[in-house]
């Protein structure tokens, strides 16, 4: 894998974690407020993406195998 390629990845995936912190900080405070229908959706968007950022890692990782 090219640095260049490599880099982009790994930006991608901090850049993901995030906003996956965001989210799930937002889906909280939501909560809190009794917001319960935006509280869930933050959280299942948050979910979502937090399984991306699995299969990133993973795609990061074959990659850097070969």
Do not use: C, G, W
């Amino acid at each position: 894998m090219k640095p260049e390629t490599r880099n982009a990845l790994l930006k991608a995936y901090a850049q993901l974690h995030q906003i996956i912190e965001d989210l799930y900080e937002a889906s909280e405070k939501a909560l809190e407020n009794n917001d319960l229908e935006d509280a869930s959706l933050l959280e299942s968007r948050a979910d979502k993406l937090y399984q991306e950022t699995e299969n990133l890692e993973f795609v990061i990782s074959e990659l850097e195998e070969k």
